[in-house]
């Protein structure tokens, strides 16, 4: 009987001392699990400007105005869309101009100008021109393109076909199209920079009459194409071809991939809350692309890689958490180097893709707790 007395106290004694050792510095850590990390589906966004007000169309949605802005989901989008522009002032020539636009994991923003501008005012007779006579375009439309064409005949020229006057050459900016879906090494590039408007449209001469046009000295030592023929811009920035009818003419600039790199950045790191279930997060991400280059290099290198301009935008994502606690939550962004060479002359830019959220639960969070009986 006594040792049943004193096996009972000690039980008693045991299961007191087991209450009272279960503090909270005892008790198991339980570290938050995180699942179901999304930061969103991508949506591809183009937009569209103009110098004038301007009838924008893209994937089947139509708006007015001097710009634009369109967005294509990733569950629908296709691998080439076209934007079209048409002046709503008819008095701007040409019409409808257009330019093709594709996306991808590097290139999810595109950024399309359009430049319109209305004939150039200076005309010749077609005396004066088979006279040994230059007509070229006005200043307003120099100004209004950055570039300045003249179209000279030999004298005693015959002119054949249609042969209306007035004689007059118009320069017209063209949009820059962004075709590209993947980026390769070696793979040929090119970008239409502009077009000159001859008229009358199918005079025909018969002899060589020469088109000379002034690019810019930042456009020294590039390869050009007009008509499928190549030609390196001189150092003073001018390209000069021949042609023996009136027609439109547009400069192709010319280029290859001698590399691209591949990059990862983290772009942020910040402590957040976390609550069990559903939470949602935002963060800065940036869109386009980086580079230094200016005028024709700058358009060869939009047509390859998207959007011109770099900017920062909002992104937002979501997780689920098995707990209550806090956690580090890292953005970094993918990104692309890209390098283009036109002739002996290169180019690099920086293209920004996709985000990538990480987020590490913090030790700590909710306790297991635990009584005595």
């Given at each position: 009987m006594k040792k049943f007395k004193f096996l009972s106290a000690m039980a008693a004694l045991l299961v007191?001392?087991?209450?009272?050792?279960?503090?909270?510095?005892?008790?198991?850590?339980?570290?938050?699990?995180?699942?179901?990390?999304?930061?969103?589906?991508?949506?591809?966004?183009?937009?569209v400007t103009s110098n004038v007000e301007t009838k924008f169309t893209f994937n089947g949605e139509t708006k007015t105005g001097k710009t634009a802005e369109f967005e294509v989901n990733a569950s629908n989008y296709k691998a080439a869309l076209?934007?079209?522009?048409?002046?709503?002032?008819?008095?701007?020539?040409?019409?409808?101009?257009?330019?093709?636009?594709?996306?991808?994991?590097?290139?999810?923003?595109?950024?399309?100008?359009?430049?319109?501008?209305?004939?150039?005012?200076?005309?010749?007779s077609q005396?004066?021109?088979?006279?040994?006579?230059?007509?070229?375009?006005?200043?307003?439309?120099?100004?209004?393109?950055?570039?300045?064409?003249?179209?000279?005949?030999?004298?005693?020229?015959?002119?054949?076909?249609?042969t209306t006057d007035p004689f007059s050459v118009t320069a017209y900016q063209e949009p820059v199209s962004?075709?590209?879906?993947?980026?390769?090494?070696?793979?040929?590039v090119s970008a239409d920079i502009y077009t000159f408007d001859c008229k009358p449209?199918?005079?025909?001469?018969?002899?060589?009459?020469?088109?000379?046009?002034?690019?810019?000295?930042d456009a020294a030592g590039l390869m050009v194409a007009v008509n499928e023929v190549n030609y390196i811009v001189d150092k003073d920035g001018f390209v000069e071809f021949k042609a023996k009818h009136f027609s439109t003419y547009t400069i192709t600039i010319l280029g290859r991939v001698v590399s691209f790199t591949p990059?990862?950045?983290q772009i942020s790191s910040s402590t957040i809350e976390l609550k069990a279930g559903e939470n949602e997060f935002k963060y800065d991400m940036y869109q386009g692309i980086e580079t230094s280059e200016t005028g024709a290099a700058l358009y060869l290198l939009a047509s390859l890689l998207g959007n011109p301009q770099v900017k920062v935008v909002e992104g937002t994502g979501s997780f689920n958490s098995s707990a209550a606690g806090t956690a580090t939550l890292t953005i970094e962004q993918e990104y692309l180097d890209a390098t283009v060479q036109s002739n002996t002359k290169t180019f690099s830019a920086r293209v920004?893709?996709?985000?990538v959220a990480t987020v590490t639960p913090a030790d700590g969070g909710s306790h297991s707790g635990g009584a005595g009986e």
């Open positions: 007191a001392g087991a209450m009272v050792s279960c503090t909270s510095s005892d008790d198991p850590v339980i570290k938050p699990i995180i699942s179901g990390l999304t930061t969103g589906e991508i949506t591809y966004k183009v937009t076209t934007a079209k522009a048409e002046p709503v002032d008819p008095a701007y020539s040409l019409g409808e101009k257009n330019a093709k636009v594709s996306f991808s994991t590097e290139k999810q923003t595109a950024l399309v100008e359009f430049n319109f501008v209305k004939p150039s005012t200076e005309e010749k005396a004066e021109m088979i006279a040994g006579g230059t007509v070229a375009n006005d200043a307003e439309n120099q100004k209004a393109t950055g570039v300045d064409v003249a179209v000279s005949v030999p004298e005693g020229t015959v002119i054949t076909g249609n962004q075709e590209t879906a993947e980026i390769k090494k070696d793979q040929a449209d199918g005079a025909i001469f018969d002899k060589e009459l020469t088109l000379k046009a002034n690019l810019g000295k990059g990862k950045k920004w893709g996709e985000a």
